[in-house]
């Protein structure tokens, strides 16, 4: 194979390769992990709308944004991941923003 050749077939394999990172991928879920194969990231379709979930180290739920019917909202929980620590919408009658202290007590809400 001369120089020609092989340079001829290397552009078309890579062209090819261009090809096959373009392509759309379809699913209703995804998660994304770090180095050591822990997820750190989610990202969602469902009945309810869409939402990206962000997970620290251990796994914990940290912060989600969604899309639901009521309107775009954002969620940022403790260290823990299970109690939600701030809960902002965006819904229709307007923006809704609600804070809770380390026991669950609410801290302050408006409206």
Known sequence: MTMEQ???RLERELADLRMALARRVET???SIV????KPRAELAVGSEGT???LLDDKGNRCAALGVTRRGPTLF???KSGTAVRVWLTVAEEGPILRLWDEKGNPLWSAP
């Open 6 to 8: 092989r340079l001829v």
């Open 28 to 30: 209703r879920a995804l």
């Open 34 to 37: 770090d180095e050591t194969g």
């Open 51 to 53: 939402a990206l979930v």
């Open 76 to 78: 940022l929980t403790d």
